[in-house]
């Protein structure tokens, strides 16, 4: 893995944190689990992409 790749899974997972905390102090946001959910998929395809 790429330190791109690497950087990319960590902001994936802080901003999952941050989502959830989010979620369970102000209630959910669609805008935001559907943010979160780009990104991931960003993050697999880059993965995706470096590993091939």
């Known amino acids: 893995m790429s330190g791109s790749t690497k ?3 960590v902001l994936t997972l802080v901003a ?3 989502v959830t905390a989010y ?3 102000l209630g959910s946001s ?3 689990w559907f943010g979160w ?3 991931g998929l960003i ?3 880059m993965a ?3 590993e091939s």
Do not use: E, I, K, S
């Open 7 to 9: 950087t990319m899974g």
């Open 16 to 18: 999952l944190v941050v």
């Open 23 to 25: 979620t369970v102090a």
């Open 30 to 32: 669609g805008w935001l």
């Open 37 to 39: 959910v780009v990104l």
């Open 43 to 45: 993050t697999l395809g």
């Open 48 to 50: 995706a992409t470096r």
